[in-house]
């Protein structure tokens, strides 16, 4: 057999035996008749749980839309053309519109960036769009604690707004349960320190992908919402494995979040017949811009690898590492148990990641294709290879020497987001 595995603008050839391959596991197709435009202005045309978007929009004076940033693969430009007609009908002038980046801990998007994220109306929109920066704790007030304790506080344009919009994709999430909805406050627009107490919570054995129930770090990010007295529209999408909308939904922003999630299970939750000895997990763009983000390529492509197996990532991490904390956590580390009994000491902003990584280095190994220098992925106990041939021919051998015969193989053209389960077979 012989496949492509997408890399940048090319792809790396791969081969190997018919009779290993145990599956090559995308997104499930959703079948739809609309187009991407049509289901944004059908969702915003028939909002659930809440009022129609002109009334909602009726009276208000100082109008804020939260946006995510270039990390994700949010159709955000298609969002804000289907808005933007809207907010004009509601004769609310465009110096009264502010457009927020909900960064998190991340960096502001570069110039290229809000290019990207702003697409067609980039020069209009640009002069009132700003970054959240977490770190300047002048731009955000405190506001209480949640039940796990932490403390919330978020970012002041809240509060100079009495209209919020709020914009983005809801796809599985390795710790969050999904992505989406209350996470544009929580994380994406709190200070540093509330998303450190939040993302702590993520080494909860309860904190995992497509887990809301009993998942401490969705509790903080629904207790925050408690705390915003302002009057709140949502409009999320999901997309299909094309980064295409599948579907969106708007109105209330539980509702439509939780609808959001109902349709996510159907395109990213996809049923393998077992574990495999070896994953090859792919991070597409925009997940490829660091290793940070493409851990979660290696994260989902774990839930069907067998102990003792190997993990692939295919990612260009085309901007470095990402954040530093985690690596060097990592860097300065004996081992993967080394590395878990330390952040269990003590936690900073980014251990989190490094818990997730050292936990499948634990019990398998992760191999690399990616542009970063070999000798910092050894640091934080990955091995890296020149192509996938490579890497699994190496893989091969291994699972050899292991005494498995015929080595299972599987591949998630589209890791970042995919959740293979075993289960569901």
């Known amino acids: 057999m012989k496949i492509e595995i997408p890399y940048l603008q090319k792809s790396f050839p791969l081969e190997f035996p018919d009779e290993n391959l145990l599956a090559i596991a995308e997104p499930l197709e959703f079948k739809t008749a609309q187009s991407g435009e049509d289901a944004l202005n059908k969702a915003l045309l028939n909002p659930v749980g809440c009022e129609a978007l002109s009334d909602f929009l009726n009276g ?5 839309i939260i946006i995510n940033d270039a990390t994700r693969p949010t159709p955000t ?4 053309n289907a808005l933007l007609p809207h907010i004009k009908a509601a004769g609310i002038p465009p110096e009264n519109q502010t457009l927020l980046v909900a960064t998190g801990a991340h ?4 110039e290229d960036e809000y290019k990207q994220i702003l697409g067609t109306a980039y020069s209009v929109l640009r002069p009132r769009c700003i970054a959240h920066d977490s770190k300047n704790e002048s731009e955000t007030s405190w506001l209480g604690v949640t039940r796990n304790g932490t403390p919330v506080a978020l970012n002041n344009a809240l509060f100079k707004a009495d209209r919020i919009i709020i914009t983005g994709s ?4 390795y710790f969050a349960g999904f992505t989406g909805g209350r996470k544009a406050f929580l994380p994406g627009i709190a200070a540093f320190r509330t ?13 995992h992908s497509l887990a809301l129930d009993g998942n401490p770090v969705h509790e903080d990010m629904m207790d925050a919402l408690a705390f915003i007295n302002i009057k709140i529209f949502s409009l999320m999408t999901v997309l299909d494995k094309e980064q295409n909308i599948a579907s969106a939904f708007a109105g209330d922003i539980l509702k439509s979040f939780y609808d959001a999630v109902d349709c996510a299970k159907q395109i990213f939750c996809v049923p393998v017949s077992e574990k495999a000895d070896i994953v090859i997990s792919v991070a597409k763009f925009p997940m490829d811009i660091d290793l940070y ?10 839930c069907a690898l067998k102990d003792g197996g190997t993990l692939i990532l295919v990612s260009s991490c085309r901007c470095g590492i990402g954040d530093e904390a985690y690596a060097g956590l990592l860097a300065s580390s004996s081992s993967p148990e080394n590395a878990i009994s330390r952040i269990e000491c003590g936690y900073k902003l980014g251990y989190h990641k490094a818990a997730k990584m050292a936990e499948v280095s ?6 690399a294709v990616t542009g970063l220098p070999k000798e910092r992925l050894a640091s934080m106990f990955i091995e890296s290879a020149a192509s996938v041939q490579e890497a699994f021919d190496a893989a091969m051998l291994r699972a050899g020497n292991n ?8 591949v998630l053209p589209d890791g970042c987001v995919t959740v293979p389960d075993p289960a569901l077979s």
């Open 362 to 367: 634990k019990r398998a190994t992760i191999c």
């Open 107 to 110: 960096r502001a998007p570069t």
């Open 60 to 64: 208000a004076k100082r109008l804020l």
């Open 403 to 410: 005494g498995v015969l015929s080595p299972k193989i599987l």
């Open 77 to 80: 430009p298609a969002m804000l």
């Open 170 to 173: 809801v796809e599985p999430h």
């Open 195 to 207: 998303i450190e107490a939040n993302h702590k919570q993520a080494l909860s054995p309860a904190a």
């Open 293 to 302: 983000q493409s851990q979660k390529a290696i994260d989902n492509g774990a």
